[in-house]
């Protein structure tokens, strides 16, 4: 498994591109694509991280990302998936040792949500700004 920090996250992807993703498509990936979001300590969260990287190697997870912004709590794994392996996606992570608050949402969830804070950002933005 590879990772790339991009402040606040590093993400983690697998070694060599994975076939099964390849062929899955971005349309389908935006009507069923979605990740596991769970919340814990750093340290427990840094201790997942290595524990999923075969599974990503090997394609049984998409890939995930996790948030390194600063040392400090709290701290989340995001492991991606389809909703249709959500449940045996959990049972894996959990079988890991993954525990702690979680929610699962669409990927589609997250972008309407990004959009519409920015269009509220940018309202509140003074007039010459606009």
């Known amino acids: 498994m590879r990772q790339l920090r991009k402040f606040p996250f590093t ?43 075969p599974y990503i190697d090997s394609g049984e997870i998409r890939e995930a990302k ?32 993954v525990e702690g608050r979680r929610i699962w949402e669409y990927e589609t969830q997250m972008k309407a949500l990004r959009s519409k804070v920015g269009t509220i950002a940018l309202s509140m933005l003074p007039r010459p700004f606009k």
């Open 11 to 53: 993400f983690c992807f697998p070694d060599e591109p994975n076939e099964r993703f390849r062929e899955l498509g971005s349309s389908r990936w935006r009507r069923h694509g979605g990740r596991w979001v769970i919340f814990n300590r750093r340290p427990k969260v840094d201790q997942w991280v290595a524990k999923i990287a």
């Open 66 to 97: 996790f948030y390194s912004g600063f040392t400090g709590d709290p701290s989340a794994l995001i492991v991606y998936t389809l909703d249709t392996e959500q449940d045996s996606s959990w049972e894996l992570l959990s079988g890991l040792g």
